[in-house]
């Protein structure tokens, strides 16, 4: 009697355990994907530099004693010392100041263009996988049709139209970012609505607006939350391109791309003016590309423990 009523509490505790694991399916996925994020060493290495560069380029004007703007015509470009730490520019302006408002420009363009295409892609490609047919013909030919343009091309036409201002370039670059997006969206999309769940809302009268936004677009934030990690350092190096050609970021506004096209031009007199800039952009390029690497493992429910 004791060993059957033993039995009994068992199966009980076991029940009790499996109604909570369903009850929660959610934390214990996402409990699991940081789990595997801590683990690994490459992807916490990238989180923490992010963000150390994102606090020393909001928090970092307040702590010093220069502005960005601020020139010293007759300290011209010096070299590194104790008073200008990376030194200082052709018109005696503080380079670690320039760096700091430099990364405030290039982190907001790289965010805000991402969430512009990722609004776009997702959307678009969402429509095109989920309606299929004719329909997904028309949409896909013309993303294969704005492939095929020249990117720099239709960058500068929309800086043109739109104006050159900060705020619209990550417009402007965002508006054609969301390409690639939106193949990846449309292909998973055609995938997962064929599952038996989607073949379930519908035999239940859900709308195809309802099946999109609560079942199939929920289903792709794995894979959206990856590649958003490696387009914002693609659209970084856009924007640095773009600063490059003269036709990102103006002056007296500095950006981590303006102020290496600066220091390209006179690096051989003073190479500090390239060195810091192009370490600091790099370790953030690299620091986004080892973060969506392990974004991309944690969340591939493949991939072993």
Known sequence: MLGFELDMFKIKEKLENMQMELEEPGNSLWKATLHKLCMNRFAVFGIFVLLFLV?????GPYMVAFNYYQQNLSLGASEPSLTHFFGTDQLGRDLLVRMMYGGRVSLA???CATLVSLTIGVIYGALSG???GRV???M???VDVMYALPFTMLVIVLMVWLGRNFIL???AIGAIEWLTMA???RNEVYCIKKKEYIEAARAIGLPGWKILYRHIIPNLLGIVIVYVTLTIPRVMMIEAFLSFLGLGIQPPMSSWGLLIKDGAQVMEEYPWMLFFPSLVFSLTLFSLNFLGDGL???LDPRSKE
Do not use: H, Q
């Open 183 to 185: 193949r990846i969206v």
């Open 109 to 111: 363009v790289g965010i």
């Open 55 to 59: 606090l020393f380029s909001i928090f």
């Open 136 to 138: 997904d013909s028309v």
């Open 296 to 298: 991309r493992d944690a």
């Open 169 to 171: 370039i990550f417009v």
């Open 130 to 132: 989920y309606f299929g």
């Open 140 to 142: 896909m030919r013309f």
